[in-house]
């Protein structure tokens, strides 16, 4: 019987509000890096025809520039728009303990609340110009066929 290859494949797309204030920070070679959790509903009828709904709180990492486009844009509430895959860590908590989780690292992240610009002295609500950052760093390990595969077709 021939050997099958099981494809590699790791792909989220999750879209949800902010819990807390992101964590910004910058490793020790100067890189930045962002951290924060959002909120997912989920809605569904039960068993007796009741709207139910269901929360499911998602942690999220961003690394170079996308997470230098977060800090000034993302607060307790924004709601996003993730692209990403799933990763996990392990790290030692304070009494010794190794804990693992699973978050995910963003590629990119969509802004999807309104912001309010000035104009002539009133404050205007206009979309968030479908503010969209890609996280490409990753780039710099494809190969050309890889990277041509990876491009956009539109």
């Known amino acids: ?90 790290f030692k908590t304070e009494d010794g303990k190794n804990r693992t989780i699973v978050e995910i690292k963003a590629k990119r992240i969509q802004f999807l609340n309104k912001i309010a610009k000035a104009g002539n002295g009133d404050d205007v609500v206009v979309e968030s110009d479908d503010a969209d950052y890609e996280d490409n760093s990753f780039d710099k390990f494809l190969t050309e066929e890889e990277s041509d595969l990876m491009k956009d077709k539109s």
């Not at 099981?6 to 797309?13: A, D, F, G, H, T």
């Not at 204030?21 to 070679?29: G, I, K, L, Y």
């Not at 039960?46 to 997470?67: H, P, T």
Request: net charge positive.
């Open 1 to 90: 019987m021939a050997e099958l290859k099981m494809p590699e494949l790791n792909s989220v797309i999750v879209a949800g509000n902010l819990t807390k204030d992101p964590v910004f920070r910058q490793t020790s070679n100067g890189t930045p890096v962002v951290n924060f959790h959002i909120a997912a509903n989920r809605r569904y009828k039960d068993s007796s025809n009741q709207w139910q709904e269901d929360v499911c709180y998602v942690g999220i990492v961003a690394w170079n520039k996308l997470a230098d486009s977060c800090k000034d844009r993302l607060k307790k509430g924004s709601a996003v728009l993730i692209d990403g895959e799933l990763q996990s860590r392990t």
